[in-house]
């Protein structure tokens, strides 16, 4: 079956501009996360949604980050007012159900570069 | 706080010989633990995961994993390294009872070399 998808695969954009990243979970699981990969800061969590809520929003690293929801299926995490040090590669995760040993399946990530 | 040490950013080893890749946890009560692995270009997928029944747990790929908590370890090993095996290599913990949010260790970068 379909995978988790993510769009795009690759983003350059200059300092300043807002972008937007979407992630498709698999069809039918309930719980989503984001994630961040940095050369200095290795893998981070950043948010995740049970359904269209994200009950905890502390992981986002500023405010000009935010993420979305909607119809418990698609995600899209918005970055407005880029920065270099915004460059990363964004996963994207879903699971079945919210629940701490459920097995996380990965997207192929969205690699952001700001110039 | 939990923390994921992953001990060598690298490891090289000859194939067919044996995989052996550390990680030890900190965290009073013992968590969910997870390797994952990530080849080029690609996210990551789950190798193995350990949720408190069996302490060794068996993944795919032919890898393998150990938990003892009395080292906090959770060390990847394969008896016989494949070309194939080269990657990155992560390792994870989630706390029982929580939202599971993933807490990486810094990976360890495994190379094969004939």
């Known amino acids: 079956g379909a995978g988790v998808s993510q769009s795009p695969s690759n983003k350059v954009t200059e300092k300043g501009k807002d972008v937007e990243l979407r992630c498709d979970p698999i069809s039918g699981h309930t719980a989503l996360y984001w994630y961040r990969q940095s050369l200095g800061q290795g893998l981070e969590f950043l948010i995740y949604f049970q359904g269209n809520s994200a009950p905890d929003k502390s992981g986002l690293p500023s405010d000009r980050f935010s993420a979305e929801r909607t119809g418990g299926s698609v995600s899209t995490l918005t970055i407005q007012r880029t920065q270099q040090e915004d460059s990363a590669v964004y996963l994207c995760a879903s699971s079945l159900v919210l629940r701490a040993a459920d097995t996380q399946y990965f997207g192929p990530g969205t690699r952001l570069t700001v110039l | 706080a939990q923390s994921v040490t992953q001990l060598g950013s690298h490891v090289s080893v000859s194939e067919g010989a044996l995989v052996l890749l550390r990680c030890n946890y900190s965290?009073?009560?013992?968590?969910?633990l997870f390797w994952y692995v990530q080849y080029p270009n690609q996210g990551l997928q789950l190798l193995l995961k350990y949720t408190s029944a069996a302490t060794l747990v068996k993944g795919i790929n032919g890898f393998e994993a150990e938990f003892k908590k009395s080292e906090t370890s959770f060390h990847l090993t394969k008896p016989s390294a494949h070309m194939s095996d080269a990657a990155e290599y992560f390792c994870?913990?989630?706390?029982?009872?929580?939202?599971?949010?993933?807490?990486f260790g810094a990976g360890t970068r495994l190379a094969v070399h004939p």
């Open positions: 994870a913990v989630s706390e029982p009872g929580g939202y599971n949010k993933l807490i």
């Open positions: 965290s009073s009560v013992p968590p969910y």
